[in-house]
């Protein structure tokens, strides 16, 4: 399984430098300096999402948790 992953890996990285390889320059976008007030908000931005994320999963799991207590009942009781 580790030559696999090894064999994996060495391909994704030819694969890679190929594609660098063959775009241009032209297509990147300039790079633009951030201010401090947008370095701020884009991190404020991607800890919400990180929060949304979590919520979500949290949301999963406590569906799970009370189908299993549930099903846990229903095997107590027989």
């Not at 890996?9 to 063959?22: D, H, K, M, N």
């Not at 994320?53 to 299993?68: G, N, V, W, Y």
């Amino acid at each position: 399984m580790t030559a696999q992953k090894q064999s994996d890996q060495g391909s994704s990285r030819s694969s890679t430098a190929t594609t660098a390889a063959t775009t241009t320059q032209a297509a990147r976008k300039p790079w633009k300096k951030k201010t401090p007030v947008e370095i701020m908000l884009d991190q404020i931005e991607k800890i919400r999402e990180g929060v949304a994320q979590k919520e979500e999963e949290l949301k999963q799991a406590k569906r799970q948790l009370q189908k299993l207590e549930e099903a846990r009942k229903v095997l107590e009781s027989t």
